[in-house]
């Protein structure tokens, strides 16, 4: 099973950008499939991220470049 860091929607870009950057390493390592990605790094969104994500039903992603 692969871990990806939590993260939580700081108004903070740095910190997105370094869990991005975290995440996206962890895929290389782990070879992580493509259609596994957006699912995986979703549920490491804790806090507001997860809320903000579940209440806009527009937001439709199906990979993780997106």
């Known amino acids: ?38 699912f995986m790094a979703t549920h490491s969104f804790q806090g507001i991220a997860w809320t903000t994500l579940m209440k806009d039903p527009k937001v439709q992603i199906g990979y993780w470049n997106e």
Do not use: T
């Open 1 to 38: 099973m692969v871990d990806l860091p939590s993260f939580y929607r700081r108004n903070d870009i740095d910190e997105f950008l370094d869990w991005e950057m975290k995440v996206d390493q962890i895929f290389a390592s782990h070879h992580i499939e493509e259609e596994r990605k957006v």
